[in-house]
Structure formats: C-alpha cells, structure tokens
C-alpha cells in the first residue's frame, strides 16, 4: 500500500520568513496530492491541491511543487503571518481510494 | 452551502458504555470516511463508504466499532463498551466520488472516556 512521509515535525519560524514541508511518497499510481491546515480543536481544512499533470501551483502565498520521478511533494508559505501557525498535513491517493496522510507538521510562527 | 457536520461535538463517557458519534456529509457526496485521531497524531483511517456498495472496514481497530450509512446520507460510528484507549477526536470526511477528489471534513467529536 501507499505510504507517506513527511518531514519536519515541528517547524518555527519568524514573521515574514518562508516555510517548507516536505512529503514523500511510496506508489507511483497516486495521481492526487492535497495539503490540509487544522488549527487547534478544528478538522483538516483544504488549503492546496495538486494533480500529477502539473508540476506547480500557487495561490497567493502559497505554493506546492510536485517531483513524480522522485515521488516528492512539498508546500512552501511564503511571508508566514502568526495566524499560518498550525498543523499541516499532507496526503497522497490515487492508487488506493483510501488517501494515505502524512503524520503532520506543526509549524509555529514567532510574531 | 452547508458543510460536514457532526455531532456531538464532545462526549465525556463512563468505560464500559457504548457511544454513536453522527456524521451529516455534504448533499450530493457519495463517499464519506471516518478518521480517528489522537491527541497529536495523525489520521488514522477507521471506515469509508462509497454510494451503495459494501463499506471498507479494513482500518476499523476492534469489533467494537461499527458503522453504518443510510444511503448518501448520514452516518454513524458506533463504539461499543468503550475503552480509556478509544479517547480521542473522530473525523469525518465526504468527497464528491473517491481516492482523487477533494475530502471535506467535518469539526469531529471529541471523545473522553474516563
């Protein structure tokens, strides 16, 4: 089955800088990659998607780029705001109808 | 419109006694999953159905959980004689169809079993 890891952990960061979260994957027929933010004592919330007929995309801030020869994926915040404080998740699906998540990164942002 | 809701949003039980959690998906999804999470884990997949066909219960821990749906529509996950280990928040997720489309989740159900 698939399996996805997702590096870091814990991520903290100052006001303003840029953040990346990393994600690996292990099946070549996962065709769909989404990123989700929880804040606390919330569900997973869809911030940005990605299909594997693109290689990039963005909106606003934010901005995932997707490596299917190395069955990589990663979500880069650009100018992080206290309120980008948060665990992100990443998931992978396609091969399964089951997404596989990662085990999530919570990232702080020092104001 | 609306979203995933689901109910209650805490539950506070004695060990022993039996629990159902209710999920409401958005009108229209034909796949809705059930997720258990641990206080600072990730998401563990429990159940997924898929319109009529039979439900995926692969990642159900015990057979004390069970679910059901009705149809297209609401869902409940049911724990029987709960355990201390069985703390933890409950998701529920829809999507229009399944594995590539969009998952919406609900806020969960906290559950506390003392």
Redesign the interface.
Known sequence: GENVEQHPSTLSVQEGDSAVIKCTYSDSAS??F?W?KQEL??????II?I?SNVGEKKDQRIAVTLNKTAKHFSLHITETQPEDSAVY?CAA??G????T????TSLIVHP | GAGVSQSPSNKVTEKGKDVELRCDPISGHTALYWYRQRLGQGLEFLIYFQGNSAPDKSGLPSDRFSAERTGESVSTLTIQRTQQEDSAVYLCASSLAYGTDTQYFGPGTRLTVL
């Not at chain 1, 998540?101 to 999530?104: A, H, I, N, S």
Request: net charge positive; proline share 13%; aromatic share 22%.
């Open positions: 065709n769909y989404p989700y004592g919330k569900g997973p919330q869809l998607d299909r998740f699906s396609g399964s109808y089951i997404p998540f990662g085990r999530g």
